[in-house]
């Protein structure tokens, strides 16, 4: 075991998982998250020398581990579009205190890279798929992709090695999906996919959200056990985003993550590292701590102690409870207080 001083927040909270987005591109246009009317063919995404390489992502993780980050999550747009990612992942699950490397990807082109993946080290898959009815599946991902194609990569994961260790991340919208989350569900039921029903959040500034599309956890519950009746299950671990429910039946389980309903803000202990360098304490937040400056920085190069002392005084300064906030005001889309009332990082940015 790590004898590590570990840094809190001001609310308390330790430091623990660290989410890196390797990528701003994404080679879907989710509703929810990279709209085609804002990132259209002429939207100027990152060029290549802009975003971090590989030895500098490596030395953030090597930095925030000595921190007391024990998770890394590779995350995008779509991470899978960044070339020669196993060879990072095999850097991350060596690095010193790092116990767990897991992904976030929309599954489509997991075919042709999930065995290189799981050769390198990858823990974890968790991938993003909305609907099986593919006229609501090109609604929701910009008319990119089908069902089937992410179908065919839950499959390629499994027989890569991945089976027992993939989750299915479903962002639930009322009137557009929610009616086809039990078919949804019925297909991985008797598998070891765990799916993860998401309600829709207000990230970003580009969806549209209003609070009136939300589909609270709790109402799918409901839905769901008078199909098939479900029992709660106690947390893997304190602080599990997700709350675990399994079917009486034995046919599986499924989780909840509700950030709108049920904020748990009180247990999060993630950081975000943008593709560019940037640092940020909250999904939601408004602005980052630019690291790529600190790391390209000749008179900083190869001393760690700097990038340390600034990782952890970005965190013992974090006040971040924007869902929490969020909450106190039930009948609005936005939180009238600052400094929620300005833009948001976009969630292709971040990583969700």
Not at 203 to 224: A, F, K
Not at 275 to 295: E, H, I, N, P, V
Request: proline share 5%; with cysteine; aromatic share 6%.
């Amino acid at each position: 075991m790590r004898n590590i001083a570990q840094d809190v927040d001001r609310h308390g909270r330790p430091l623990r998982d660290l989410r890196i987005s390797v990528m701003d591109r994404c080679n879907f246009r989710c509703s929810y998250c990279m709209p085609e009317s804002t990132y259209h063919e002429g939207f100027q995404f990152l060029a290549p020398r802009d975003r971090l390489d590989f030895d500098e992502i490596e030395r953030v993780a090597r930095v925030a581990a000595s921190l007391g980050v024990t998770k890394i999550r590779l995350t995008g747009g779509e991470p899978l579009l960044r070339a020669d990612l196993p060879d990072l992942i095999e850097r991350l699950v060596h690095v010193p205190g790092i116990e767990d490397v897991a992904l976030t990807t929309n599954g489509v082109l997991l075919p042709r890279c999930a065995q290189a993946l799981r050769q390198a080290g990858l823990q974890r898959v968790t991938i993003s798929l909305d609907s099986l009815d593919p006229a609501v599946f090109a609604r929701m991902s910009g008319g990119r992709g089908d069902p089937a194609a992410v179908l065919k990569g839950v499959e390629a994961a499994e027989q890569a090695g991945f089976q027992g260790h993939i989750k299915i991340n479903t962002v639930v919208q009322r009137g557009v999906n929610d009616a086809g989350v039990p078919d949804l569900l019925a297909h991985f039921r008797n598998t070891e996919c765990v799916v993860r029903l998401i309600e829709y959040m207000d990230v970003g500034n580009r969806n549209g959200w209003e609070r009136m599309d939300v589909v609270p956890s709790q109402e799918l519950l409901t839905r769901i056990n008078a199909i098939w009746p479900v029992a709660a299950l106690s947390p893997h671990y304190p602080g599990e985003v997700a709350r675990r429910y399994g079917y009486v039946d034995g046919a599986g389980e499924i989780g909840f993550i509700s950030s709108v309903s049920a904020p748990f803000c009180g247990a999060c202990s993630r950081a975000r590292l943008s593709s560019d360098g940037k640092l940020y304490t909250c999904l939601f937040a408004t602005q980052g701590t630019d690291l790529r400056a600190l790391l390209r920085n000749p008179r900083h190069a190869g001393d760690d102690e700097v990038l340390r002392t600034v990782l952890s005084h970005i965190w013992s300064q974090r006040t971040d409870r924007y869902s929490e906030e969020r909450a106190t005001h039930p009948a609005g889309k936005t939180i009238p207080k600052r400094p929620y009332t300005q833009d948001k990082i976009e969630m292709h940015y971040i990583g969700g």
